[in-house]
Antibody, heavy 120, light 110 residues
């Protein structure tokens, strides 16, 4: 079955850009109908939807993060990515990638999550 | 402040039943599907319920979902100590054009 794995730096300096990649295995990221999502969870807090990209390339972002977020897809490498610019300590969180079959915040496959700390 | 409202905590004894509420508005739960997730400590969320009341393969029928108007409810019967977790509801908000979550509910099985 499909599995997701996040990768990227665990430490990012303030004002820099956070970059994470989600590698999709066990299935094609180009499969029609799927939305590839990013969600984060601040320490001890709830879930926050960041955004997603449709297999065709269309994107939707959380309005509170929209000015800083870019989600992209690389079908040749079967992976998708998150870039969050101008990070601050408030962006310290566990970042999850996930698959959403229908695009209405209904994630059926999740990565294990990766902790990103913003600090100098 | 989460867009969807859940109680911070609920508790019940083993074997009993518990319900967790999720309240939203016309722009999200009132006109879109609700999903429910279980998050055990140190693990990613797991989809329990989708499209208000459907269970993915492998989810026991002890877990159920319902929706009425702008509110949704997760029910868990035959509580087990292994059900102790955080539970989140989620939906799509048509005004925000974004996914939204509840703040989460911590279930304690006494």
């Amino acid at each position: 079955q499909v599995q997701l794995q996040e990768s990227g730096p665990g430490l990012v300096e303030p004002s820099q850009t956070l970059s994470l990649t989600c590698i999709v295995s066990g299935g094609s990221i180009s499969s029609s109908g799927y939305y590839w999502s990013w969600i984060r969870q601040h320490p001890g807090k709830g879930l926050e939807w960041i955004g997603y990209i449709y297999y065709s390339g269309n994107t939707y972002y959380n309005p509170s993060l929209k000015s800083r977020v870019t989600v992209s897809i690389d079908t040749s490498k079967n992976q998708f990515s998150l870039k969050l610019s101008s990070v601050t300590a408030a962006d310290t969180a566990v970042y999850y990638c996930a698959r959403d079959p229908f695009g209405y915040n209904n994630m059926d496959v999740w990565g294990q999550g990766t902790t990103v700390t913003v600090s100098s | 402040q989460s867009v969807l409202t859940q109680p911070p905590s609920v508790s019940a004894a083993p074997g009993q039943k518990v319900t967790i509420s999720c309240s939203g508005s016309d722009s999200n739960t009132g006109n879109n599907y609700v999903s429910w997730y279980q998050q055990l400590p140190g693990t990613p969320p797991k989809l329990l319920i989708y499209e208000n009341n459907k269970r993915p393969s492998g989810i026991p029928d002890r877990f159920s979902g319902s929706k009425s108007g702008t509110s949704a409810t997760l029910g868990i019967t035959g509580l087990q100590t292994g059900d102790e977790a955080d539970y989140y509801c989620g939906s799509w908000d048509r005004d925000l054009s974004a996914g939204v979550f509840g703040g989460g509910t911590k279930l304690t099985v006494l």
